[in-house]
């Protein structure tokens, strides 16, 4: 019997409970106990030939969209599960993305990113054709293009209206797929030759007078039962990346039964629950103990991006892990990416490559594995840097701790710089009529807003409540939710 696997797309990593509920229950019909999230926010069912039909009988009676083991039409990816609880005061709400997402009435065979600039939770890059929401003007959209199959990455100089997006896209699809000699696999593909070809005279545009932003990387934490605004947001990572069809189902019903009508997918293979009400928190609490689901995996494990359907690339993730937690080694700020295909798209600021050095027709011998960082360990930019080459697995850990080391010092001559170039010229800052004192309620760390974290770019007087949705502790890592406050002082620091 012939082992399968089922791919179904949810564009935007939006899923509807009802939705969901009914394919497990197909899934249940045909001996699905686990199923798996994708990098690109898409659900994948393992079963065998024995079974595949039963399953997409009734995925076909449905009416559900599948496809089986390779993907044609790769999902369109959102930082919609961000909205609201990671992104805030932002131009780029819930009904911006269903618009973007309803107005595209077509199956991108081309990989499509749509993300909001500030955020650095859903990759804004991984797409082949990428649009990231302007700064400088509300519904306006920066087009990225990274053509298929390479590196080569290319900024339209004109700003997209929301209702042009769709038209713009399938125009583009269009030319790259239909001269794929030309853009396709070509490190000498040009964009500037792609946007020659752009007929724009029913679309909305205008010149972009800047580059699309890149904003730093500091993956939040994204799981737990967490509070915001007057209510709670629920994200659960498996560190198998199993989840089990019992506890998805009834996840499903306690949306439906407590009125959340969405379920979110990530880009880290897990999913979160928005708008869960304070009066609903212990069922949702029950139904985790009923599961036996931890909520408190390390950092220095979330922030790890492998492969889909790669029990390799997973057993490796786990094998580094287990060295970085045995160190106690600090991995704040760095996003890992391990790659064992060669056309793989991973999100990462620090990569571990998998390569033979002996490799024929048919022949794979001694495996060796390549570290190599982002520029400026961003995990958004495209250009990669070898930091240590040739490895074998038992090296591994060792150069992973040195590449650690590197990111930090780089971190700290970037802080210093900030520090320098934000400093007044011999003069003391006016002191603050008042100062707060917050305190981690997980290890005690004390943020002053009078002292700021100069040392996380966060400058002196810098209220708590300025602070971003994804500051942690510098300790413990905990998320800002996870502070107090304890003391207050007035007029009682001046700046050196």
């Given at each position: 019997?012939?082992?399968?696997?089922?791919?179904?797309?949810?564009?935007?990593?939006?899923?509807?409970?009802?939705?969901?509920?009914?394919?497990?229950?197909?899934?249940?019909?045909?001996?699905?106990?686990?199923?798996?999230?994708?990098?690109?926010?898409?659900?994948?069912?393992?079963?065998?030939?024995?079974?595949?039909?039963?399953?997409?009988?009734?995925?076909?009676?449905?009416?559900?969209?599948?496809?089986?083991?390779?993907?044609?039409?790769?999902?369109?990816?959102?930082?919609?599960?961000?909205?609201?609880?990671?992104?805030?005061?932002?131009?780029?709400?819930?009904?911006?993305?269903?618009?973007?997402?309803?107005?595209?009435?077509?199956?991108?065979?081309?990989?499509?990113?749509?993300?909001?600039?500030?955020?650095?939770?859903?990759?804004?890059?991984?797409?082949?054709?990428?649009?990231?929401?302007s700064l400088e003007a509300e519904h306006y959209w920066h087009l990225i293009i990274r053509f298929p199959k390479t590196n080569v990455v290319y900024e339209w100089d004109?700003?997209?209206?929301?209702?042009?997006?769709?038209?713009?896209?399938?125009?583009?699809?269009?030319?790259?797929?239909?001269?794929?000699?030309?853009?396709?696999?070509?490190?000498?593909?040009?964009?500037?030759?792609?946007?020659?070809?752009?007929?724009?005279?029913?679309?909305?545009?205008?010149?972009?007078?800047?580059?699309?932003?890149?904003?730093?990387?500091?993956?939040?934490?994204?799981?737990?039962?967490?509070?915001?605004?007057?209510?709670?947001?629920?994200?659960?990572?498996?560190?198998?990346?199993?989840?089990?069809?019992?506890?998805?189902?009834?996840?499903?019903?306690?949306?439906?039964?407590?009125?959340?009508?969405?379920?979110?997918?990530?880009?880290?293979?897990?999913?979160?629950?928005?708008?869960?009400?304070?009066?609903?928190?212990?069922?949702?609490?029950s139904l985790l103990e009923e599961f036996n689901i931890n909520m408190r995996h390390a950092a220095n494990e979330l922030n790890f991006q492998i492969e889909d359907n790669?029990?390799?690339?997973?057993?490796?993730?786990?094998?580094?892990?287990?060295?970085?937690?045995?160190?106690?080694?600090?991995?704040?700020?760095?996003?890992?990416?391990?790659?064992?295909?060669?056309?793989?798209?991973?999100?990462?600021?620090?990569?571990?490559?998998?390569?033979?050095?002996?490799?024929?027709?048919?022949?794979?011998?001694?495996?060796?594995?390549?570290?190599?960082?982002?520029?400026?360990?961003?995990?958004?930019?495209?250009?990669?840097?070898?930091?240590?080459?040739?490895?074998?697995?038992?090296?591994?850990?060792?150069?992973?701790?040195?590449?650690?080391?590197?990111?930090?010092?780089?971190?700290?001559?970037?802080?210093?710089?900030?520090?320098?170039?934000?400093?007044?010229?011999?003069?003391?800052?006016?002191?603050?009529?008042?100062?707060?004192?917050?305190?981690?309620?997980?290890?005690?760390?004390?943020?002053?807003?009078?002292?700021?974290?100069?040392?996380?770019?966060?400058?002196?007087?810098?209220?708590?409540?300025?602070?971003?949705?994804?500051?942690?502790?510098?300790?413990?890592?905990?998320?800002?939710?996870?502070?107090?406050?304890?003391?207050?002082?007035?007029?009682?620091?001046?700046?050196?």
């Amino acid at each position: 019997m012939q082992a399968i696997t089922v791919i179904i797309n949810f564009p935007g990593g939006i899923i509807s409970p009802g939705n969901l509920y009914n394919i497990l229950v197909a899934a249940s019909k045909a001996k699905i106990q686990y199923v798996r999230f994708g990098l690109r926010q898409q659900l994948f069912l393992d079963t065998i030939s024995y079974n595949a039909e039963t399953f997409t009988n009734e995925l076909d009676r449905l009416a559900i969209d599948y496809e089986i083991d390779h993907s044609q039409y790769p999902n369109m990816v959102s930082s919609y599960p961000a909205e609201e609880i990671f992104v805030r005061n932002s131009w780029l709400t819930e009904g911006v993305y269903q618009d973007v997402l309803d107005t595209i009435d077509f199956k991108p065979r081309l990989k499509v990113n749509i993300c909001d600039n500030n955020q650095s939770f859903t990759p804004m890059l991984t797409g082949n054709i990428n649009w990231i929401a302007s700064l400088e003007a509300e519904h306006y959209w920066h087009l990225i293009i990274r053509f298929p199959k390479t590196n080569v990455v290319y900024e339209w100089d004109q700003l997209c209206y929301t209702n042009s997006i769709s038209k713009v896209t399938r125009q583009i699809e269009a030319l790259i797929t239909s001269n794929s000699d030309v853009f396709i696999d070509n490190v000498n593909a040009s964009g500037a030759e792609l946007f020659k070809l752009i007929q724009t005279d029913e679309c909305i545009t205008k010149a972009a007078t800047n580059r699309a932003p890149s904003t730093p990387f500091n993956l939040p934490y994204y799981e737990g039962l967490n509070r915001y605004n007057n209510k709670y947001w629920l994200g659960i990572y498996r560190r198998d990346e199993l989840f089990k069809v019992a506890f998805l189902k009834k996840i499903c019903l306690l949306c439906t039964e407590t009125k959340v009508g969405q379920i979110c997918c990530t880009s880290w293979k897990s999913i979160i629950i928005k708008g869960i009400a304070e009066k609903d928190k212990a069922r949702w609490n029950s139904l985790l103990e009923e599961f036996n689901i931890n909520m408190r995996h390390a950092a220095n494990e979330l922030n790890f991006q492998i492969e889909d359907n790669s029990t390799e690339s997973l057993d490796l993730k786990n094998y580094l892990v287990k060295y970085l937690s045995i160190d106690d080694i600090r991995t704040y700020g760095i996003c890992f990416g391990i790659k064992t295909r060669k056309k793989s798209e991973i999100f990462s600021s620090i990569l571990i490559r998998k390569r033979y050095l002996i490799r024929l027709p048919g022949i794979k011998l001694l495996p060796v594995y390549d570290i190599l960082r982002a520029k400026d360990f961003n995990p958004n930019e495209r250009t990669e840097e070898i930091f240590s080459s040739g490895n074998p697995r038992a090296m591994l850990p060792e150069q992973l701790r040195r590449v650690i080391m590197k990111f930090y010092v780089f971190r700290k001559e970037i802080t210093q710089d900030r520090k320098v170039n934000s400093a007044p010229a011999k003069e003391k800052s006016n002191p603050v009529a008042q100062e707060n004192l917050y305190q981690c309620s997980k290890c005690f760390t004390i943020y002053s807003e009078a002292l700021g974290e100069i040392e996380s770019g966060i400058l002196p007087h810098t209220p708590f409540e300025d602070l971003p949705l994804n500051y942690c502790c510098t300790v413990c890592e905990s998320g800002k939710d996870e502070f107090i406050k304890i003391a207050t002082s007035t007029n009682d620091y001046v700046m050196p």
